[in-house]
C-alpha cells in the first residue's frame, strides 16, 4: 500500500525510497514485530479467558507435558495478524505473487482455527476429522497450484528446477500440480507435526522463511538470476516483503512461546506458516530446494511415516515415540536443548539450501 507514495517522488527524496524492495521488506518486519510486542499480551489475555483450560493435552504423550495445561492455544492468530497487515502495508497489491502467497496462508489459518477451536470447545485433541482437513488443504493446493503456473513464464510453467545441475529443467506437465499440491500440502503438515515443543517449530519457519526470502528476491531479479545462472520468474521479489513480515511476525510470537510458553501457535498458525513456506516454494521454482531448506519439517514428518508403517507391519517401534523431537524426550534431553540443537540444525540445512543458489 504505500508503495503508491512513490507517486509523490520527483526521483530524490525520501518518497524514492519505497521503489525498493530492501527497505520495504525493512518496513514489514519492524511493522510485525511491533504488532506482535503490542497485541501479544492482550491476545493472550483474551484467548486464556475464553478458552478456559486452554489446549488438551494429549494423554500419550510425554510426562512432562502435563504441566503445560491451561496454556491457551490459537496464538498463530497473533503471527497471521501482524503478517497479513505488514504485507498489505509494505508489499505492492498489483504484483499476483503476494496474493498467492496470502491466499494459502490465510486459507491454511482458517482450516487450523477451526481444528483448535474443536479441541478447545470439545476438550479433546481429535479436532476436525483428519480426512475433512485433507481434502480441504488439497483443495487449496490445487488451486495455488495451478494459479502459480499461470503465473509463471511459458518457459517454466510444468516444469519442474533441479538444483545444482544448470539449466535443467524436467517437464512434468499437468503431473506439475499434483506435485505442488504435495509440496504445500506436505509442508504445512510437516510444520505441524513439528510444533510439539515450546518455540520448536517458529524458529525454523523464520529461518526457512527468511532462506526463501532470499532466493525470491534473487530469482525475481534479471540481473541477479544471470548472475547465479537460476531461472527468472518476474514479480517474485516482491514475496521477500511477505517473508521480512513473517520473520518479524514470528519475533513477536517467541517473546511469548519461549519456554515456558504463554501461548501455543495452534494448528492455526502451523499450518498457515507451513502452507506458506510451501506456497514460496512453488512461486520461486525452487520446490526442491524447499526440502533441504526446511529439511527439519522432513525429518519430523517422515519419523511419523515410519513409525506409522512399522508398527503396522511388524507391531514394533522405531523411535520411542514420533514425531522424532518426542523420541528425544523420552530419552531424557531437556526440552531447550531439543528446542536449541534442532533451530541449530535448521541454520546448517538453510545455509546449504542458499549454497545451491551457486553451486552449479
Known amino acids: 500500500m504505500l508503495y503508491w507514495l512513490t507517486a509523490l517522488s520527483d526521483g530524490g527524496d525520501f518518497f524514492n525510497l519505497f521503489r525498493y524492495i530492501t527497505f520495504r521488506a525493512g518496513g514489514a518486519f519492524l511493522t510485525a514485530l511491533i504488532f ?5 499480551r492482550p491476545l493472550i489475555a483474551v484467548l486464556r479467558r475464553t478458552q478456559g483450560k486452554g489446549q488438551p493435552i494429549r494423554d500419550d504423550g510425554p510426562e512432562g507435558h502435563f504441566v503445560k495445561a491451561g496454556t491457551p492455544t490459537m496464538g498463530g492468530l497473533l503471527i497471521v495478524g501482524a503478517l497479513m497487515t505488514a504485507t498489505l502495508l509494505w508489499a505492492r497489491l498489483d504484483n499476483p505473487f503476494v496474493w498467492l502467497v496470502m491466499f494459502v496462508t490465510l486459507s491454511f489459518a482458517m482450516i487450523g482455527f477451526a481444528d483448535d477451536y474443536a479441541k478447545v470447545s470439545k476438550q479433546n485433541t481429535k479436532g476436525v476429522p483428519g480426512k475433512l482437513r485433507l481434502a480441504l488443504g488439497l483443495l487449496i493446493g490445487g488451486l495455488a497450484a ?22 535443467t529443467l524436467v517437464n512434468l506437465g499437468w503431473f506439475y500440480v499434483p506435485f505442488c499440491i504435495c509440496v504445500i500440502v506436505g509442508a504445512a503438515n510437516a510444520v505441524n507435526l513439528t510444533d510439539g515443543l515450546d518455540g520448536l517449530a517458529i524458529m525454523p519457519v523464520m529461518i526457512a522463511a527468511g532462506t526463501l526470502g532470499v532466493i ?6 534479471i540481473d541477479f538470476s544471470e548472475y547465479l545462472d537460476v531461472h527468472y520468474v518476474p514479480g517474485t521479489g516482491e514475496i521477500l516483503i511477505f517473508t521480512a513480515a513473517l520473520f518479524g511476525g514470528g519475533l513477536g510470537f517467541l517473546w511469548y512461546n519461549a519456554p515456558p510458553a504463554a501461548v501455543f501457535m495452534g494448528d492455526t498458525g ?58 528425544y524426550e523420552k530419552k531424557g534431553w531437556a526440552e531447550p ?21 551457486k553451486v552449479r
Open 36 to 40: 506482535g510486542f503490542i497485541f501479544g
Open 146 to 167: 495451478y494459479w502459480a503456473a499461470q503465473l509463471h513464464p511459458d518457459a517454466l510453467r510444468w516444469e519442474l528446477a533441479l538444483p545444482v545441475f544448470k539449466n
Open 216 to 221: 525470491a528476491y534473487a530469482v525475481g531479479r
Open 270 to 327: 502451523s499450518l498457515a506458516l507451513g502452507g506458506a513456506l510451501g506456497a514460496i516454494a512453488v512461486a520461486t521454482k525452487h520446490e526442491l530446494v524447499l526440502a533441504v531448506v526446511g529439511g527439519l519439517f522432513v525429518v519430523e514428518a517422515l519419523s511419523v511415516i515410519i513409525q506409522v508403517l512399522y508398527f503396522k507391519r511388524t507391531g514394533k517401534r522405531v523411535f520411542l515415540m514420533a514425531p522424532i523431537h518426542h523420541h
Open 337 to 357: 536443548t531439543i528446542v536449541i540443537r534442532f533451530w541449530i540444525i535448521s541454520l546448517i540445512l538453510a545455509m546449504i539450501g542458499l549454497a545451491t543458489l
